[in-house]
């Protein structure tokens, strides 16, 4: 029940998301704008829903994942239904993209962390058939949001899609809370031995890391809990991963944007163009479930953080060979590529968030994950639209995605590589301290043998004086 919440969670967010470039005709016509200033409504919404998504995370941990959830899914579906009533791209500014997106964020990543709190055997294939939601729902969503346009115009469609966001609250009532071991950890020692009485402290051991605080001490108790949701953040491994996904999300985003007008360009039809991005977000789906499962076997979980380097680096490479790729018969084996891998490392992200902070901190860890997806995402659209501009062509915008991706890999890979030959070195400092160490304890265990000898010989020797003495 959690993987099919999460599951209508990743339809009702990501796959309505994209469903909303399909207004883009309507509002244009009805309004009278060009394209620059109506898109600056979809790059809202999925700004707002990664940067909001700490907000989410806040929410879930301190009140409930439940109460985030339904909370997310009213506040997105008001902001549906008021866009309804839009007369004006600023009205649809604020109310489409900002308390959309804010309702988004409210229930993505909290959804998206109780999969990894409930799923560790079965980890990566559970994120997989999670997270292919969004494929799913684009390819069911998009045909049935054209019809909607067409019978009840765009008022009528999002008046509608508003009614079926509100199954987020449902989804939200899914969301049992569940208690880990990771989360009952001892209370801090300088809470223990300046505040609790001896008598408490081997209850301590067995509760929240606050819980028998709160009542007594809350503003500090409330400052170290909040500091201890965030201390990842110092981790080196963590910082690394921050990086690379923020080269990650810069290459992936504008492929998806300008991928059928670089078909156009090329000589490719408008329906030809239109099934390319469907092939690709078709295998997006079968990429999700399938490296999921495959990342979870016994001979590749173990491996499942180069699973994740390698797929990055392939949609880096993919982007690379493609501004040679001029004809429909070679973008159809690209399309297939890109879509895979894309739909790979993006079940592994929550997976390889896990394994660098941990379970308890997951939810936590996924909103900042997701934050620094927001920045790349509303900037590189444009920088590739101004590339191509420039130069005339969409060489230079490719080409810049491939080599942000191949990055972003290697920097990962590179990370890996300085801990493992950091932990080879220390093993072998440890060894020659653990030897230095035993040659002392021997060398102490054989001095206080001598000593122990040496005071018996005194011993026996005053002995023989006072009997020598009294005879």
């Known amino acids: 029940m959690i993987v099919a919440g999460c599951f209508l969670v990743t339809i009702c967010t990501r796959a309505v998301t994209r469903c909303i470039s399909i207004f883009f005709v309507e509002f244009q016509a009805y309004f009278g704008q060009d394209y620059a200033r109506t898109a600056w409504i979809h790059s809202i919404v999925d700004c707002a829903t990664m940067l909001c998504a700490p907000l989410g995370s806040l929410i879930s941990n301190h009140v409930s994942c439940q109460v985030g959830i339904m909370l997310g899914g009213l506040l997105a579906s008001t902001g549906l239904i008021l866009s309804s009533f839009a007369t004006s791209l600023e009205h649809l500014y604020l109310s489409l993209g900002v308390l959309t997106g804010l309702g988004f964020a409210l229930c993505y990543s909290p959804a998206i962390a109780m999969v990894g709190k409930y799923f560790n055997k079965r980890k990566a294939l559970a994120y997989g058939i999670a997270m292919s939601g969004s494929g799913i729902g684009t390819f069911i969503l998009a045909p049935v949001v054209q019809l909607l346009i067409e019978q009840f115009s765009w008022r009528g469609a999002l008046l509608i899609l508003g009614g079926f966001v ?14 880990l071991k990771e989360d009952c950890k001892t209370a801090p020692e300088f809470l223990e031995q300046n505040y609790v009485p001896e008598t408490e402290k081997q209850d301590l051991k067995r509760m929240s890391i606050c819980s028998p605080l709160m009542k007594l001490w809350p503003h500090e108790c409330l400052c170290y809990c909040s500091w201890k949701e965030y201390d990842f953040l110092l981790m080196p491994g963590f910082m690394v991963l921050a990086v690379s996904i923020l080269f990650m999300a810069y290459g992936c985003s504008p492929l998806f944007v300008y991928l059928v007008p670089y078909a156009l360009s090329v000589g490719v039809s408008h329906h030809q163009a239109a099934f390319l991005m469907s092939i690709l977000g078709v295998i997006d789906i079968i990429g999700n479930i399938t490296f999921g499962w495959l990342t979870d076997r016994r001979c590749l979980k173990k491996h499942r953080y180069f699973c994740y380097l390698f797929a990055v680096g392939m949609d880096g490479l993919c982007c690379l060979f493609l501004p040679v790729l001029q004809s429909f018969p070679l973008l159809v084996p690209f399309s297939f590529t890109f879509g895979y891998f894309d739909g790979a490392y993006v079940t592994l992200i929550p997976v390889m968030t896990a394994d660098v902070v941990g ?51 290697a920097l990962l890979c590179f990370a ?44 026996f020797l005053a002995v023989d004086t006072n009997s020598f003495s009294n005879r």
Not at 170 to 176: E, I
Not at 364 to 379: C, D, E, M, N, R
Not at 446 to 459: K, M, N, P
Request: glycine residues 6%; aromatic residues 10%.
């Open 359 to 409: 379970t308890s901190l997951l939810s936590s860890a996924l909103g900042v994950v997701y934050f620094l997806h927001a920045i790349p995402y509303l900037v590189s659209p444009p920088v590739a639209g101004w590339l191509v501009d420039t130069t005339g062509s969409y060489t230079a915008s490719f080409l810049l995605c491939g080599f942000s991706m191949i990055f972003s890999s």
């Open 416 to 459: 890996r590589l300085a801990k493992k030959i950091k932990r080879t070195h220390l093993r072998s400092l440890t060894g020659s301290t653990a030897l230095k160490q035993h040659i002392w304890t021997n060398g102490a265990i054989a001095y206080s043998v001598t000593a122990e000898l040496d005071q018996r010989d005194v011993e």
């Open 166 to 179: 509100l199954n987020l609250c449902v989804c939200g009532a899914l969301m049992r809370p569940i208690s």
